[in-house]
């Protein structure tokens, strides 16, 4: 199906979702791009600092404990990923891979991030959770 067809042919509730979750990922990919600090060991938003900090209270902080030593790799991934899933998302290429992309990025940022904010609804990383899984849902199933 051609870009513009998948406009077109989608549901509007799909078409609001698929557009929300597709920028927000570009733009939390360019968050990231466009911060001098994020590769930056020492810096106070730097990847490592931030897998540090939410290693103290994540279900999942024996893997974020190893990922810590590979903070600037991990970065790099994160932030490419937000972008290739955002403009997967917005221009059709691979659409449920990229649902499915966002879905377990999400879960991941929930687990390690987001997982102790109490109570539950204040975390975002929950929403886009269950957003990106319902999108998935969508694509898979119709």
Excluded at 4 to 29: E, F, H, N
Excluded at 102 to 112: E, H, I, K, N, R
Aim: proline share 4%; with cysteine; glycine share 6%.
């Amino acid at each position: 199906m051609k870009l513009k067809a998948s406009w077109s042919k989608q549901l509007w509730p799909l078409r609001i979702m698929r557009l929300w979750l597709g920028a927000t990922w570009i733009y939390a990919g360019w968050d990231k791009a466009s911060d001098p600090g994020f590769l930056t060991a020492g810096s106070p938003t730097f990847i490592g600092s931030q897998l540090s900090a939410y290693a103290q209270n994540s279900p999942i902080d024996f893997a974020l404990n190893k990922l810590i030593e590979h903070a600037t790799q991990v970065g790099i991934v994160v932030m490419l990923s937000e972008f290739a899933i955002g403009f997967a998302t917005l221009l059709w290429i691979a659409p449920t891979w990229a649902a499915f992309g966002g879905f377990a990025m999400s879960l991941t940022l929930w687990l390690a991030s987001s997982w102790h904010v109490q109570p539950y609804f204040l975390a975002s990383d929950s929403a886009y959770t269950i957003l990106w899984l319902t999108y998935f849902l969508f694509l898979y199933v119709c």
